[in-house]
């Protein structure tokens, strides 16, 4: 597929976001001292606002290593892969960013990143330095990376123990059937079984992903062509949208939630589960005690049926990427290798949660709690990667849109068939031609 092909698909996407893509990049000045990068980072914690002061000592300590200063900006994940996009066909914007790892083929398609070749990984460690999973999920196979991983992660099953316990539930769903079994048993007093963000494309795109693997499907074949509405991923997206439309254990107001918005319902007692990557940091922030939830893995179904996967997450995570546009090659990589450092990739993942992407600090004892060690174990066993294709991003959009809408449908009380879901899905897959 060609890049200008590629580009064309998303021009939408582009058009929408250019104006929002205001900072050009940093100046020419040669050495270290006296440079200035712009950063942008993706939003993982609570808030834009935590993530800013979480990562604003750490710029603040680089500068004082290096003379570099790095201009922090958090982009909050509704915006980042548009303005990205409007940044990569504009030749204007960041030096140093964080992308979605399940991007990367689609931003290295456009031809606008620095790709760590062997000598430009030399440069930030060397390729030996980082977990070969996470580096093989940042960028199109048989290329080099067209970004180096930051934080490594994967979803999770979160519960309330205090609400199973009041409803007799004594272990953690294993299966879906007994998640909607426990939603129902859960789902009283206002309160709900389990949360969902049926207006955050993203996520919907990794829970369809997940569930397609299960069901045996696939949404592209070997040669890259969409596949979205196969009898297998018809099935996948209606198991996930039935949570609220024929199990009703998901509040039809969630429906509307975007980013973040269902931890915060698990971590006020509004619900009682909720699938998500790496929350502990963020249920902390909203003063969720650490010994009041449980972490298991991400159910399976029941009777998979031939072809089913025994996959049950994305191989998920935070890679950094450089623009070519950059005129601060040298001072972005010094950045890079600062922020996948011992020290700050120790640092960074204990706060967030996430696991390191780097060999060396994985037997740090942080990384041994409970929740880190379903996220590993996940990793390590279940997970797949997304397909490292370059339309992988507007797959993304295109059905995690369509499963919006499909939320939309179940919270209105209109039905969600099979004809229906197969629909959706042809749109999105006619869209992508």
């Given amino acids: ?97 964080n992308i979605g790892n399940t991007w990367s083929a689609s931003l290295q398609a456009t031809g606008a990143l620095v790709e760590f070749d062997d000598a430009t990984l030399q440069a930030v460690g060397g390729k030996d330095r980082f977990v070969p999973a996470a580096l093989a999920a940042a960028g ?52 709900w079984g389990l949360a969902i963000e049926g207006a955050n494309p993203n996520e919907n795109a990794h829970h369809a992903f997940a569930f397609g693997q299960q069901y045996g499907g696939e949404w592209f074949d070997s040669s890259g062509k969409p596949t979205f509405d196969t009898p297998q991923n018809v099935s996948a997206v209606k198991r996930y949208v039935d949570f609220m439309a024929t199990d009703k254990i998901t509040n039809p107001s969630n429906a509307e939630y975007a980013q973040n918005q269902s931890v915060s319902d698990f971590a006020n007692g509004k619900a009682a589960m909720l699938l998500w990557q790496a929350a502990g940091s963020n249920l902390k922030t909203q003063n969720m005690a650490a010994d009041a939830y449980g972490i298991a893995p991400v159910p399976f179904l029941a009777s998979p049926p031939a072809g089913g996967k025994k996959v049950n997450s994305m191989v998920a995570g935070i890679n950094m990427a450089i623009f070519k546009h950059t005129k601060n090659k040298d001072a972005s990589l010094s950045f890079v290798k600062f922020m996948t450092s011992d020290e700050e990739q120790t640092l960074l993942n204990k706060t967030y949660g996430s696991l390191p992407a780097v060999k060396t600090v994985g037997t740090d004892p942080a990384f041994s709690a409970p929740e880190q060690k379903v996220l590993q174990e996940t990793l390590s066993t279940t997970a797949a990667p997304l397909p490292q294709v370059p339309d992988e991003s507007t797959f993304e959009t295109l059905v995690g849109t369509a499963i919006k809408e499909l939320f939309a449908d179940a919270a209105s009380g209109r039905p969600v068939t099979e004809e229906s879901v197969k629909k959706k899905l042809s749109d999105a897959q006619q869209k992508m031609r």
């Fill in 140 to 191: 199109a196979p048989g290329k080099p990376p067209a970004a180096v991983p930051l934080y490594s992660l994967a979803y999770a099953l979160y519960y309330n123990k205090k609400a199973f316990a009041d409803a007799g539930i004594t272990a953690p769903p294993t299966t879906w059937e007994q998640l909607a079994e426990y939603g129902k048993k859960l789902t009283t007093g206002g309160k």
């Fill in 1 to 97: 597929m060609s890049t200008r092909r590629h580009l064309g698909i998303l021009t939408a996407a582009v058009l929408a976001a250019a104006s929002l893509t205001a900072c050009g990049g940093s100046g020419d000045d040669a050495g270290g001292s006296g440079k200035t990068l712009t950063y942008w980072a993706s939003n993982q914690g609570a808030s834009l606002e935590a993530d800013k002061s979480i990562l604003q000592p750490e710029l603040d300590k680089f500068e004082k290593q290096t003379g570099i200063k790095v201009n922090l900006e958090v982009v909050p994940w509704s915006d980042l892969l548009n303005r990205l996009l409007a940044a990569a066909t504009s030749g204007q914007g960041p030096d140093v960013v």
